[in-house]
């Protein structure tokens, strides 16, 4: 099996986003092993068609605020999150 890795940055998913990444590929029938995020893709200037993306946890967290159960604000660690979709569903932006 490939390595799933970002059609962008070149670099690998590490750890269960790999799995994650590599089980959508199989159950689509992705050919590709590239994923990009939206503004990814709108940078490179492609569009996404039929666009079905696949949430991640990226490896980093971002410190957030929140009330614990005893209504006291409290510094938490959350993981940062977003959607990916294969390079099957790029298509080129046509300006007319």
């Known amino acids: 099996m490939n390595a799933q890795t970002n059609l962008k940055t070149g670099n690998a998913y590490a750890g269960v986003n790999q799995s994650i990444l590599q089980e959508v590929k199989s159950k689509t029938g ?15 200037g492609k569009k996404l068609v039929g666009a079905k993306g696949k949430g991640i946890n990226l490896r980093t967290f971002a410190k957030d ?3 614990n159960t005893k209504g006291k604000i409290v510094e938490v660690t959350r993981p940062i999150s977003f959607f990916v979709f294969n390079e099957d569903l790029l298509q080129d932006v046509v300006v007319a």
């Open 30 to 44: 992705y050919s590709s092993d590239k994923w990009i995020t939206y503004c990814q893709a709108r940078e490179i």
């Open 65 to 67: 605020t929140d009330k």
